[in-house]
């Protein structure tokens, strides 16, 4: 009996020994000092984080990690954030596929652009899984000022065109091959893909509303706040 307990309490030793191993988050070394960012970018202007609206007018912002409508349920962004970020080259990007398509009456709504490295961290925390989001130990895109979340709308009305799921329903539906998609919904979702595509923007096959630019590893994971960001000028 003795034994068998013994045994049992060493067993749910290991057990806890392994969760605290896998709960035990492995970050990175984020660039968190405003300083050094700003010395970063006057030696490259390439490094530049640009906010999209002061380029792009007609972009609009639904920031949803600035509210609690996200798959969180939680805000993770300071309340009353209107600003998003990218870094100078997909900016420019960005800003050529929105002018594409206004010649469509087309425009994009962003959904979430540059995400600060501690959100990403609250992310893990929150849903540990990396089906669903980045792994600490690896970054994001988004970290790096170089992944953006968006749709399409139309711009006389300013309504979302219709696409296969909503943001970030982490579904096979929201996969670029899913099946069973009507015409209009795979259109749609096409037309996004090609356009970005087109300046340069990476697809993601597993969600129809995330690009990536390509060569992010030349650039630095950041960990400052939006605030912070629009005291570095450009
Ligand atoms: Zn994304």
């Known amino acids: 009996m003795i034994y068998k307990n013994i045994a049992t309490v060493f067993f749910s030793l290991l057990v806890s020994l392994a969760w605290a191993q896998a709960d035990k988050i492995i970050k990175l070394k984020p660039i968190t000092d405003k300083g050094s960012f700003r010395t970063m970018v006057e030696t490259d202007s390439l490094m530049a984080m640009i906010e999209l609206k002061s380029l792009i ?6 920031l949803r990690y600035a509210s609690s409508n996200n798959f969180t349920g939680q805000r993770l962004y300071p309340k009353n954030t209107h600003v998003t970020y990218l870094r100078r080259k997909p900016a420019l990007a960005l ?24 959100t990403t961290v609250r992310f893990w925390e929150l ?20 992944a953006v979340d968006l749709t399409l709308i ?26 069973n998609i009507d015409d209009l919904r795979t259109r749609n979702r096409e037309l996004l893909r090609t356009t970005m595509e087109k300046y340069g923007f990476v697809p993601l ?3 129809w509303w995330h690009y990536s630019w390509p060569g ?18 450009n």
């Open 95 to 118: 800003a050529k596929v929105a002018e594409d398509l206004k010649e469509k009456g087309l425009g994009i709504k962003i959904w979430d652009a540059y995400r600060p490295y501690r």
């Open 154 to 179: 139309d711009l006389k009305t300013g309504k979302e065109l219709e696409m296969p799921t909503p943001f970030d329903d982490f579904s096979a539906a929201a996969f670029h091959g899913a099946k």
């Open 57 to 62: 007018p007609s972009v609009q912002y639904e």
């Open 216 to 233: 992010s590893s030349a650039y630095d994971v950041l960990d400052l706040s939006f605030k912070a960001l629009g005291t570095v000028v």
């Open 205 to 207: 096959e597993t969600e």
């Open 127 to 146: 849903i540990h899984d990396e089906r669903f989001v980045a792994n600490p130990s690896k970054g994001s895109g988004h970290n790096k000022g170089t």
